[in-house]
Structures are given as C-alpha cells and as structure tokens.
C-alpha cells in the first residue's frame, strides 16, 4: 500500500474511515486460477514505524485476530431458549445467536450428546462454547473463511478414518521439509475424572500405566452431560487415549515457495482433516505416523512460503467394515 493510504487523517485514502480497531480483515491467495481462503478475522491494532524522526512514510502493522476474540470479549448468562435434551449444535446456535453472531457464518454439527439445561452462570459467550465442546468430546474452531465451526465426535471419528494425505521422505508420498517429533509424557493421563454441572465426579483409571508411570491425572468439571454414567463413558474414551506414551508427530512443514505437490496440501489440508506421516530413522527402520490436523500457520514473505500443520492422534475412531486398518474384528477402535 501507499503510506499515505495507511494514514487515517487523510481523506483522499481509500480506506479513510475504516482504519479502525475491529475492522474485518481477509488473507487469500491464487493458485493455477483457484482461489483459496487462509485467513478470516478481525485487526485488534494498526502500528506505526518511522525509519527516524525526519521520514514522512512509516511500515505500518495491523496486527489482527480469528473469531475467538469476539467470543472471548462477549459475556452471556441466561441462554434464550436453551432446554434439557439440547444437542450440541442446537446449544452452540443458541449461544451464538445470545451475541449476534451472523448465521450465515456458522458450521455446527447436530452433535449426538444429550445436554442439560445451560447453568446460566455469567462466563464468555467462549467459555459457554468450550463447555458444550468438551462435554461432546468434539471440536470448535474459527475456519479460514471466519465461520464459528463445531465437528461433533462423530464427524471427528469417521474423518480419522478418511482416506489420508501421506507425507514421507522416501518418495513414497509428499516430502516435507521439516518434522517435530516427540516421545514425552506430555499427553499423558492414567486417572481422568469428569464431572457434569451438579453431578458427582466420575473416574476412569488404569493401574497398569499407573505402576509404570505414577499417577497422572486429568480432570475437568462443569460439563453438561444429562446423566454421570455418560461423564464416565467419556471419561472412559479419554483415558484410552492418553494411558500410554506414543511416539508424535507434534507438527510437519512444508516449502510451498517453488511449484510442487506440497502447494496444494498446504492450502487446502484443514483442522481434523487426516495425514500420514513417513519418516526414514536410523537402523533401517521407518516411522509411520497417522494423526489429524489440528491448526496451521502460514509464514509468508517476498521470496519465500512455509506452512506449518500442528498435529495429533485422534481421540477416537470409527469401525468401517471392510478396512484393512479399522475393520478388524475383535479390536476397540471406538
């Protein structure tokens, strides 16, 4: 831009009157003709620069956040029309429509868990959405278009189970350049104790990892779940997942600056979407990691592109007959 464009005081600007905090703001770029959104949000600050005090031009900054910072900002109590037997999705609505949200930026799923009734406790329009996404162990986002998005578990399991984008260094899928890999004791937890809005704690623990690795425990409260046998189900799932150690991927990196298959990937791979990752290590051996895409991040200059896709296993997976990975009788995939 112009300097003086960026300067809110000149009226010949294009954008005179709209160099203001809460401004919307859109990234997108174009590849072979297509155009694929990668930002969607709002400019929390414009920041001026002079090279010294004698310049008449400055680099000017707009530093700007997702949709989260809306919901973080908004406080709500009383949600108008929530009742006893609210799915997921229903409630997340509700909450959104408590704040005005548009409803034409919204993706919810139904969702499969059967809510109480909101507490009506005074907390963020954000905190009173994460309840309902942990309560139905989904997930809630802001995409890249700006739409407040909730995957229910459903929808996260059957995507674990999709047809993946394989990543490896040994020409047999799309080389990367850059791999974060972990065994650590970070998502560790063999005593997970979940506990509904006026019910009583639920625990799920597991001696064996217990003996092995000390007591590790995981705890949330407040979930909205009708009854405490489903806290315990869930409490169940989660245990399951985090009992033992697993190598990780924790994040994967990819150059897009030069025409090449990353491009593509790195433009259209979103949250919950799944990966295989391949990595050559020493003795010969190969590492084959299968996780879900959990955010990314674009670094973008003149002369050079990298995205960054932070990583995980997913929390639970589907039965599909006929899979020669998730079609096994006699495993618990669930």
């Known amino acids: 831009f112009p300097s003086h464009d960026m300067n809110p005081?000149?009226?010949?600007?294009?954008?005179?009157?709209?160099?203001?905090?809460?401004?919307?703001?859109?990234?997108?770029?174009?590849?072979?003709?297509?155009?694929?959104?990668?930002?969607?949000?709002?400019?929390?600050?414009?920041?001026?620069?002079?090279?010294?005090?004698?310049?008449?031009?400055?680099?000017?900054?707009?530093?700007?956040?997702?949709?989260?910072?809306?919901?973080?900002?908004?406080?709500?109590?009383?949600?108008?029309?929530?009742?006893?037997?609210?799915?997921?999705?229903?409630?997340?609505?509700?909450?959104?429509?408590?704040?005005?949200?548009?409803?034409?930026?919204?993706?919810?799923?139904?969702?499969?868990?059967?809510?109480?009734?909101?507490p009506g406790t005074y907390r963020t329009a954000l905190e009173a959405i994460q309840t309902v996404e942990n309560t139905e162990l989904g997930t809630f986002f802001i995409d890249e278009r700006g739409y407040a998005t909730l995957y229910d578990r459903a929808t996260m399991a059957t995507m674990a189970v999709g047809t993946p984008t394989t990543f490896a260094d040994d020409g047999t899928g799309i080389y990367y350049q850059d791999l974060d890999i972990n065994l650590d004791e970070t998502e560790l937890a063999n005593q997970v104790t979940l506990t509904n809005h006026g019910g009583t704690a639920q625990t799920a623990s597991d001696a064996t990892s217990i003996a092995q690795y000390f007591p590790r425990t995981w705890a949330q409260d407040e979930l909205l779940n009708k009854t405490n046998s489903a806290a315990l189900d869930k409490a169940t799932a989660i245990l399951n997942y985090r009992k033992d150690p697993r190598i990780r991927v924790d994040s994967i990196t990819l150059d897009l600056s030069s025409v090449s298959s990353r491009i593509i990937p790195g433009l259209t791979l979103n949250i919950a979407d799944p990966i295989v990752v391949k990595r050559s290590m020493a003795g010969g051996t190969t590492l084959t990691v299968r996780i879900q895409v959990q955010g990314h991040s674009h670094?973008?200059?003149?002369?050079?592109?990298?995205?960054?896709?932070?990583?995980?296993?997913?929390?639970?997976?589907?039965?599909?007959?006929?899979?020669?990975?998730?079609?096994?009788?006699g495993t618990n995939t669930l």
């Open 9 to 118: 005081g000149n009226t010949s600007s294009p954008y005179y009157g709209k160099i203001l905090p809460m401004s919307q703001l859109q990234v997108s770029t174009t590849y072979l003709g297509v155009g694929y959104p990668l930002f969607s949000g709002y400019i929390q600050s414009w920041d001026w620069e002079w090279a010294d005090q004698a310049a008449t031009y400055a680099i000017v900054t707009a530093r700007a956040v997702d949709g989260f910072r809306i919901l973080a900002l908004s406080n709500v109590e009383n949600i108008t029309g929530a009742a006893t037997n609210d799915l997921p999705g229903t409630r997340v609505g509700q909450i959104l429509d408590q704040i005005s949200w548009p409803a034409t930026m919204r993706n919810l799923n139904t969702g499969s868990t059967e809510l109480q009734n909101d």
């Open 299 to 329: 670094d973008i200059t003149p002369d050079r592109w990298t995205t960054r896709f932070t990583t995980a296993y997913p929390l639970s997976t589907s039965f599909v007959l006929g899979s020669t990975e998730f079609g096994i009788l």
